[in-house]
């Protein structure tokens, strides 16, 4: 038992002054080190949410435009479709009647004249 005694003893002698003084220096110094770290690491997450944020401006811009330019296409489409409905109308009432489908005969013939000029002159 002595043996074990003066081994623990030995022992507490060894590491008594790295405890007291060594480990408080040491504490306070990785404190300071632990602050700095800290403190890089908000300013990096800060230059990371700055471009985050400045980057979801970005895209919420170009969505905007996107939604502005799709809301025009969608009403010059609903005007066409106005424009043809009523083109289409009246090709109905040419040809429904007799004297039109002569027409479109006419028509027709000289359309594929035209493209057979185009085609041997090209």
Sequence with gaps: MNARRDYRNNKVALFDGIEEGGIRASSS????????????????????????????????????????????????????RGILSGTMDKFKMVFETK???????????????FLVIYYLTR
């Design 99 to 113: 004297s039109s489908q002569r027409m479109f005969t006419l028509v027709a013939s000289f359309l594929v004249i």
């Design 29 to 80: 110094y990785s404190h300071e080190i632990d602050e700095q770290d800290n403190e890089r690491a908000v300013e990096g997450l800060q230059d990371r949410v700055n471009l985050l944020k400045r980057l979801s401006g970005d895209i919420h811009e170009e969505v905007e435009s996107h939604n502005h330019m799709l809301d025009r296409m969608g009403n010059d489409m609903d005007s066409s």
